[in-house]
């Protein structure tokens, strides 16, 4: 009979090296996911208006909003497709402080910003609509 000792710690030697091996992929698989967490994160509060459109979360990053933005939003959101005069006046009820600017000035630029940031949609109408997520034609 052969002693196979030796082969046998051969074997367990071969083992722990893909042990290690692979442990080192799990480590180095680890810290890409922690890295994407990260960027995914930053990206959250670098785009915090998708946070507030139909269908996803509402909380998220609003507190970044300008007050005319979550003005618009809401005022958008709870009464549907609006034009500038309407919202014009709706902010002015609301008791709004443009600063001194033009109320409808103020709006219109807020909306042109928002439209390009795919929040808001400008009907044919002319009147403007929260946009939906997958609405490409904004």
């Given at each position: ?6 082969d ?14 692979l442990?080192?992929?799990l ?40 007050p ?12 549907g497709?609006?034009?500038l005069d309407e919202?014009?006046?709706r ?8 600063k ?7 709006l ?9 940031n795919r929040?808001?949609?400008?009907l ?15």
């Open positions: 009979m052969k002693d196979i000792r030796n046998l710690k051969e074997r367990i030697g071969e083992l722990q090296a893909l042990r290690a091996q442990q080192r992929q480590d180095t698989l680890a810290e890409r996911e922690a890295m994407l967490h990260s960027m995914l994160e930053y990206e959250r509060m670098r785009w915090p208006e998708q946070a507030i459109l139909p269908g996803l979360d509402k909380t998220n990053g609003h507190r970044l909003w300008t005319l933005s979550r003005f618009i939003v809401e005022t958008l959101g709870t009464y497709p609006q034009s919202l014009r006046r902010a002015l009820d609301h008791g709004h402080d443009f001194g600017k033009s109320p409808g000035r103020a219109n630029f807020a909306l042109v910003g928002m439209a390009r929040i808001v949609k400008k044919d109408t002319g009147k403007w609509k929260l946009a939906h997520p997958d609405d490409e034609s904004v």
